[in-house]
């Protein structure tokens, strides 16, 4: 039987990959009572690291958008495994940190990283309205424009 978030992902066209693998000394997402601890997901999908550059220079709010939302996406995946496979579990997404490659004088942080909180509200709901930073960074690994991270909670 599919689940309701299932559903909802389905209905929405989203495909949920299978979550990146770390490339470092890390992991994808630690789990520690309820909550999960997703690591900062970038923005890969087919092991390929899409939306390389600089919002403020190269990219446009547009495009930060669509790299912050591959990044929810890969959040999703790092929470299928957390839970099994089941979504429904996912009782609350708690709380964004969303990193964004800018120049200096860039001030829209907030609506790049928007790409990830609405697909949030979108996939899972009330269930997916969250607390959230949206900070600059002068540089992300591999040159990507985004980076995010999270903190859930499971039952």
Known sequence: MTGIVDARLKELGIEVPQPAKAVANYVGYVTSGKNVFISGQITIKDGEVLYKGKLGDTM?????????????????????????????????????????????????QPKVINGVSDLM???????????????????????????????????
Request: net charge negative; with cysteine; glycine share 10%.
């Open 121 to 155: 509200v979108e996939v899972f709901g009330d269930k997916g309205v969250h607390a959230r930073a949206a900070v600059s960074a002068p540089s992300l690994p591999l040159g990507i424009a985004v980076e995010v991270d999270c903190i859930a909670e499971i039952d």
């Open 60 to 108: 446009s709010v547009e495009e930060g958008q669509e790299a912050a939302r591959l990044c929810g996406i890969n959040i999703i995946a790092q929470l299928s495994a957390a839970t099994d496979g089941n979504l429904d579990r996912v009782k609350r997404i708690v709380k964004l940190g969303g990193f964004v490659n800018s120049t200096p004088d860039f001030v829209d």
